[in-house]
């Protein structure tokens, strides 16, 4: 269950019967001089630094792990595994590592944020934009060096890579030395990613000679797509403050550079997909959604909403190309195979999760169809509807916030903040982590928000007498 999409379907339905949203308290940004964003770098590269090295020592200290993941070739740390004593106390260490990352985070991208009223002002800014680089370099060498890594889709990516352009047989005896000690033991998962990425993918792991060289290929890649990702992002928004909250963002460098997640490409393919909009040419933005969608088939949905400004009908038209293109070229190159995997996948998550669990997601999967549908035929963006998407996933898994970022690309609302979330809102909602209570406390803070906007008052109470 994702208490995040949960939050956001009740905020979003809150907006589409109409009501308005209450506002935030607000203020002018807090003035950053040239000293906090000095101290902000090294806090974030700390932080960062920090959180790395207590998920290797999280790996070898917080409970029992099988033998076989002692033969991976990265220290491993995984939510299927029994946690030990000390996992609230590590969890903690975690938060206050994070939130080290976020006050130096929020410095540097506050320094260029705020208003150049003054000259200091302008002068921590212009300080803040040529740290950034520096410290995103230091950011990369972190994320490529880390010991460890909090989910093992990695290690599959590996091994499928190996499996080349038919992913989906599973030749008996393939795996040899290095690689059957693990996948012997750690039997790989159907394949539930596109021929985009299958493709791609195996051509990344073909540059690695060892086990840890593949791993290190799909770092490298994760980098590169990072930084494509960034360029894709100031290209759209034209924002110093936005661009510099994708660079220095320290959750997508541990996800999509470090645990090397897949879903960074289909972001980098949405992105595409609004820019070709924008530039009035939304033929070549429907062949960018559908590829994202041969990454993941989720990405179709999100894409869908990239077209809601081009009128109902043609939004409608443009999202439906798209699906045809996805659906069409995954049969032609991955084929009955392909959907087998889907299939299974989705009957073995059902059958290990609580009944009641398994309609939860069904609703909830419903109402996102439903929610996008609204979007498409309004024109209109919920603000919290990115996510929402989130609930598309098979299972809350905190790489997903990044399709809330490609959401608040197409409706141009709440991007920054989003971004500026994410490290805090992905440790919150990991699993690896002691932090559950976020399954109640952000649909409950949610409701009593809007309750409070619906607050009477004196005049609301009882219509004046005459």
Not at 418 to 441: C, E, G, H, I, R
């Amino acid at each position: 269950m994702s208490p995040v999409a949960i939050t956001a379907l009740f905020l979003s339905l809150w907006e589409i019967i109409g009501r308005k949203l209450p506002s935030l308290p607000q203020g002018p940004w807090p003035r950053i001089p040239r000293l906090a964003v000095a101290v902000g770098s090294l806090l974030l590269v700390a932080g960062f630094g920090a959180q790395l090295l207590l998920l290797a020592y999280q790996a070898g200290h917080d409970g029992v792990r099988p033998d076989w993941v002692s033969r991976t070739p990265f220290l491993y740390v995984d939510e299927a595994f029994p946690f030990g004593p000390d996992h609230g106390l590590i969890s903690l260490a975690a938060l206050a590592a994070v939130l080290a990352q976020m006050a130096g985070f929020l410095a540097l991208v506050g320094a260029v944020a705020q208003p150049a009223d003054t000259p200091a002002d302008a002068a921590a800014g212009r300080f803040s934009s040529a740290l950034a680089p520096l410290v995103a370099g230091v950011l990369a060498v972190l994320a490529l060096w880390s010991p460890a890594v909090s989910s093992g889709d990695v290690f599959g990516y590996a091994g499928l890579g190996m499996l080349g352009p038919h992913p989906f047989e599973r030749p008996p005896h393939f795996f040899t030395g290095e690689y059957a000690a693990v996948f012997d033991s750690w039997h790989l998962r159907p394949t539930i990613y596109g021929p985009l990425w299958t493709t791609l993918n195996a051509a990344v792991v073909s540059f690695g000679t060892t086990f840890a060289g593949k791993v290190l290929a799909l770092r490298v890649f994760g980098l590169v797509l990072l930084l494509a990702f960034t360029g894709l992002v100031h290209v759209l928004v034209r924002s110093r403050a936005v661009t510099l909250a994708v660079l220095l963002n320290p959750m997508l460098w541990l996800q999509f550079v470090t645990n090397a997640h897949n879903d960074i490409l289909g972001a980098c393919l949405l992105a595409a997909a609004q820019i070709f909009i924008v530039r009035k040419r939304p033929a070549l933005a429907v062949f960018c959604v559908a590829g994202a969608g041969l990454v993941k088939f989720p990405f179709v949905v999100m894409g869908a909403v990239a077209f809601a400004r081009q009128g109902p009908r043609r939004a409608f038209g443009y999202a439906a190309a798209a699906a045809v293109v996805c659906f069409v070229l995954s049969a032609i190159f991955a084929g009955r195979p392909y959907l087998d995997a889907l299939l299974l996948t989705a009957r073995t998550r059902a059958a290990f999760t609580d009944p009641v669990l398994n309609e939860i997601k069904l609703v909830l999967s419903l109402a996102t169809l439903a929610v996008t549908a609204i979007i498409l035929l309004r024109g209109k963006y919920p603000a919290f509807a990115g996510w929402l998407y989130t609930g598309l996933a098979p299972v809350m898994f905190p790489w997903y916030l990044l399709w809330a970022v490609s959401y608040s690309l197409f409706s141009r609302t709440l991007l920054l903040a989003t971004l500026l979330s994410l490290p805090l809102v992905a440790l919150l909602s990991d699993d690896v982590y002691a932090f559950d209570m976020l399954a109640f406390v952000l649909p409950a803070a949610a409701g009593l928000w809007l309750l409070w906007s619906t607050r009477a008052t004196p005049g609301r109470l009882r219509p004046a007498s005459r």
